[in-house]
T-cell receptor, first 112, second 113 residues
């Protein structure tokens, strides 16, 4: 069945290490998004991609990087430059020109 | 500057009663609004949406009302059920925003049996 998968569900890293979060979708959606959620906060947009090989910074892109080499995949790298990387990360996708986004189950990243 | 505001962080209602979740926005360019429901440690799921050309949209127990002049929308859940207990996010977008959504901080709804 179609959907968005994020792996792993929980991820632990030491401070100073880069870590890559996976996001895959088989909905044939053109657009994909990365958000982070912190306690008491809404979802804040990190990066988004409307088509393959193109992506734009969201509101809080500093310390993150992405790639979009395939339509189905939009991995997010949390670099050591991200000052507060511990958060719940959500990936989403949507059809072109549609605002209705479908979300994956999320990855909780803990950096100590 | 927060463009989508959900000023009440939590709401508690009795099972069977109406739940009213409010959302305000400041950007007059917003022309499409959505509500998402989120359980802990899960991704949000789409609930209901409304375009700015309408002032009401209904889907089963869920109704969204839009007051453009007040830049205010509300989600009504009738009757409320314990399974409705979750965090509800209001989100907004506008034509030309490349389908980007701006989210509020969310409201935690608790429905008491």
């Amino acid at each position: 069945d179609g959907g968005i998968t994020q792996s792993p569900k929980y991820l632990f890293r030491k401070e100073g290490q880069n870590v890559t979060l996976s996001c895959e979708q088989n909905l044939n959606h053109d657009a994909m998004y990365w958000y982070r959620q912190d306690p008491g906060q809404g979802l804040r947009l990190i990066y988004y991609s409307q088509i393959v090989n193109d992506f734009q910074k969201g509101d809080i892109a500093e310390g993150y990087s992405v790639s979009r080499e395939k339509k189905e995949s939009f991995p997010l790298t949390v670099t050591s430059a991200q000052k507060n990387p511990t958060a719940f990360y959500l990936c989403a996708s949507s059809m072109r020109q549609s605002v209705e986004q479908y979300f994956g189950p999320g990855t909780r990243l803990t950096v100590t | 500057d927060q463009q989508v505001k959900q000023n009440s962080p939590s709401l508690s209602v009795q099972e069977g009663r109406i739940s009213i979740l409010n959302c305000d926005y400041t950007n007059s360019m917003f022309d499409y609004f959505l509500w998402y429901k989120k359980y802990p440690a899960e991704g949000p799921t789409f609930l209901i949406s409304i375009s700015s050309i309408k002032d009401k949209n209904e889907d089963g127990r869920f109704t969204v009302f839009l007051n453009k002049s007040a830049k205010h929308l509300s989600l009504h859940i009738v009757p409320s059920q314990p399974g409705d207990s979750a965090v509800y996010f209001c989100a907004a977008s506008y034509t030309g925003a490349n389908s980007k959504l701006t989210f509020g901080k969310g409201i935690t709804l608790s429905v008491r049996p």
